[in-house]
């Protein structure tokens, strides 16, 4: 019986296929001569527990194919959230990829990639065919893991992992997504969570004094500092809190901020304010380790990553925080 092969449209099979999630993974090895050869792949895969085995794939019409194919052994490395740069520097054609890069002792020559989240060190088991790439499938002879949350890719693109929530409410309705008001509610999240946050810091705001207004001023000019008052307005423009004269003046009169010379109207940190926003901001360090110790670092990334996100997409121009100075567009005359 005659077997033919479906006609798909490959950029739309390529998309389906993205639905996918993978994990992203460099695979190592070393060419005849010794030459240190990677590639970054996400057809990597568990076979079997035992043995150990494990597989990826490479394109037939990959430069590093004859490398693999003669190579008894090749390690695998599942990249952490922040290794994007060296997964696409792994992925181009003709660099020089290993320069500068640091390297592990692993059992062989193969190269051993440093500060991943996993690392799989195999032999060479068996290679397949497999339509336009070639299989291989390796026995694990040594592996090593670390807590750093892994990289993911779908649909075309980086992604974070994240554990499903429960609800937060305590006695969740079947029909709550269809209310006007849920918990679901975006602007109920951020909201909640941030004044749950702050509550964890309102104990050492209290002791010095500090309302969450002078709290954005201190902790605006110890990142950037001095600043006008018009910088300072723009900086905290997103709170809805009037940063004008009289707060300053308020500040400068109670020893927390300093007037400069240069901007002529500028303010910076006096001692004690330093001071006090210092005893602050190790507080808020400390809610923040709780919170990353609850959450896991895998899930704190993720929350990391989305908030930036939001931040971007709902940035109505604010002035960038962390840029010097010198970067900053220079006054129209």
Request: proline share 5%.
């Amino acid at each position: 019986m005659d077997r033919t092969t479906p006609t798909f449209d490959p950029k739309d099979f390529r998309r389906a296929l993205g639905m996918f999630a993978t994990g992203v993974t460099i695979v190592t090895t070393r060419t005849e001569d010794g030459a240190p050869v990677g590639v970054t792949a996400n057809s990597f895969n568990s076979v079997s527990l035992t043995p150990p085995l494990v597989l990826w794939s490479l394109a037939k019409n990959a430069r590093s194919l004859q490398a693999f194919s003669t190579a008894a052994h090749w390690n695998v490395h599942i990249l952490a959230e922040d290794q994007v740069a060296m997964s696409n520097l792994f992925a181009r054609a003709g660099e020089d990829k290993f320069g500068g890069l640091q390297l592990d002792t692993g059992l062989t020559t193969a190269p051993l990639l440093h500060a991943c989240s996993a690392r799989f060190q195999c032999r060479t088991m068996f290679q397949y065919e497999g339509g336009d790439h070639v299989i291989f499938v390796g026995e694990v002879i040594g592996y090593d893991r670390s807590e750093r949350p892994p990289l993911l890719y779908v649909t075309g693109d980086y992604a974070l992992a994240s554990r499903k929530s429960e609800p937060v409410s305590t006695e969740p309705s079947a029909d709550t997504g269809s209310a006007l008001f849920s918990e679901d509610l975006l602007g109920y999240l951020l909201g909640r969570s941030h004044y749950q946050f702050v509550n964890g810091i309102r104990a050492t705001l209290n002791e010095r004094g500090l309302s969450e207004a002078d709290f954005f001023v201190l902790s605006l000019l110890s990142v950037q500092e001095p600043l006008s008052a018009a910088e300072i307005a723009g900086h905290v423009a997103y709170t809805s809190i009037d940063i004008g004269p009289v707060l300053l003046q308020a500040l400068c009169d109670r020893g927390l901020l300093r007037r400069t010379d240069e901007p002529a109207d500028g303010y910076a940190l006096s001692v004690a304010g330093r001071d006090a926003i210092l005893h602050v901001l190790a507080a808020a360090k400390a809610e923040e380790a709780d919170v990353v110790d609850q959450l896991g670092e895998m899930e704190a990334a993720m929350l990391r990553n989305l908030l930036k996100r939001l931040i971007r997409v709902t940035d109505p121009g604010l002035p960038k925080l962390w840029t010097g100075r010198a970067e900053r567009p220079a006054p129209k005359p």
